[in-house]
């Protein structure tokens, strides 16, 4: 099996591409070369470290090590998560539902792909569960976010028509339904949308990146497949865990609705 070995001239010609969107951006008053320098300099950095720390974590095999670098990612994915939210909860809440969440979901279906599909011998292999892990934790990340998003903001905006059907008669179940409908929607679109075009409009990344390696295009199809099989899973587990608590939080035992547990926007 051969494939293309790259150098870091190679690297340097497409970071070209980059400064070309840096330049329009200054040519065009956009205001977004710096953000987009800084952005690349994190990505170069953190993939450059991710590379060091992988080789080191598949010569060790350690369970211990493939864990501590797990429970790293779950971590930092819900920071991000969190970051990405216009309204969050108040306290411990605003990071804690959704890494919850995507911890639940993410250890799940990693753990059911690597010891059913992939049969992993052993099963904290890290060649196998941290770039599965990170596949699922990112998807499962984004949706988590954009739902978590839509379902607090939502509620905020709603809150004349949600306590008019209290007021009516309804229990708050039935009248945070269509911003808890619209919460799962927005979450469960990116998912959707990538199933979707996967083949016709976009060759996915890992499927891509077997192929360059010298993989025959059908093992790597099959790979792809389960993966977005796993990606899906996750990011539907995680989604409704963190759609379904938060709606609890903005609640209580008599059925009002409580928007003080968000913090000021």
Same mark, same amino acid.
């Given at each position: 099996?051969?494939?293309?070995?790259?150098?870091?001239?190679?690297?340097?010609?497409?970071?070209?591409?980059?400064?070309?969107? =840096?330049?329009?951006?200054?040519?065009?008053?956009?205001?977004?070369?710096?953000?987009?320098? *800084?952005?690349?300099?994190?990505?170069?950095?953190?993939?450059?470290? +991710?590379?060091?720390?992988?080789?080191?974590?598949?010569?060790?095999?350690?369970?211990?090590?493939?864990?501590?670098?797990?429970?790293?990612?779950?971590?930092?994915? %819900?920071?991000?998560?969190?970051?990405?939210?216009?309204?969050?909860?108040?306290?411990?809440?605003?990071?804690?539902?959704?890494?919850?969440?995507?911890?639940?979901?993410?250890?799940?279906?990693?753990?059911? &792909?690597?010891?059913?599909?992939?049969? =992993?011998?052993?099963?904290?292999?890290?060649?196998?569960?941290?770039?599965? !892990?990170?596949? *699922?934790?990112?998807?499962?990340?984004? %949706?988590?976010?954009?739902?978590?998003?839509?379902? #607090?903001?939502?509620?905020?905006?709603?809150? +004349? =028509? +949600?306590? /008019?059907?209290?007021?009516?008669?309804?229990?708050? /179940?039935?009248?945070?339904?269509?911003?808890?409908?619209?919460?799962?929607?927005?979450?469960?679109?990116?998912?959707?949308? %990538?199933?979707?075009? /996967?083949?016709?409009?976009?060759?996915?990344?890992?499927?891509? &990146?077997? *192929?360059?390696?010298?993989?025959?295009?059908?093992?790597?199809?099959?790979?792809?497949?389960?993966?977005?099989?796993? *990606?899906?899973?996750?990011? &539907?587990?995680? #989604?409704?865990?963190?759609?379904?608590?938060?709606?609890?939080? !903005?609640?209580?035992?008599?059925?009002? !609705?409580?928007?003080?547990?968000?913090?000021?926007?």
């Amino acid at each position: 099996m051969s494939f293309i070995t790259l150098n870091y001239w190679d690297i340097a010609l497409a970071a070209l591409l980059v400064a070309v969107n =840096a330049g329009l951006s200054i040519a065009m008053h956009l205001g977004l070369e710096k953000r987009l320098v *800084i952005a690349t300099a994190r990505m170069v950095v953190q993939l450059t470290l +991710i590379g060091l720390v992988l080789k080191a974590l598949f010569a060790a095999a350690s369970p211990w090590f493939t864990g501590f670098a797990m429970v790293v990612m779950i971590l930092f994915a %819900g920071r991000e998560a969190m970051a990405r939210q216009d309204r969050k909860f108040t306290g411990l809440w605003s990071y804690g539902l959704g890494t919850g969440s995507m911890m639940a979901a993410a250890l799940i279906v990693t753990g059911f &792909g690597l010891m059913t599909q992939l049969h =992993a011998d052993p099963w904290y292999e890290p060649r196998y569960a941290i770039p599965i !892990l990170g596949m *699922i934790l990112g998807n499962t990340m984004n %949706g988590v976010s954009i739902g978590l998003d839509r379902l #607090l903001s939502g509620a905020n905006r709603e809150r +004349i =028509a +949600i306590e /008019a059907q209290l007021v009516l008669g309804a229990n708050i /179940a039935t009248a945070m339904r269509p911003v808890v409908r619209d919460a799962l929607r927005a979450g469960l679109i990116p998912t959707i949308n %990538g199933m979707s075009a /996967a083949g016709l409009v976009s060759l996915p990344g890992m499927m891509t &990146g077997q *192929i360059l390696a010298g993989v025959a295009p059908v093992e790597a199809v099959k790979y792809q497949i389960l993966i977005m099989f796993l *990606i899906a899973g996750g990011t &539907g587990l995680g #989604l409704f865990t963190a759609v379904s608590v938060a709606r609890r939080r !903005l609640t209580d035992t008599r059925d009002r !609705l409580r928007l003080d547990r968000l913090a000021a926007a």
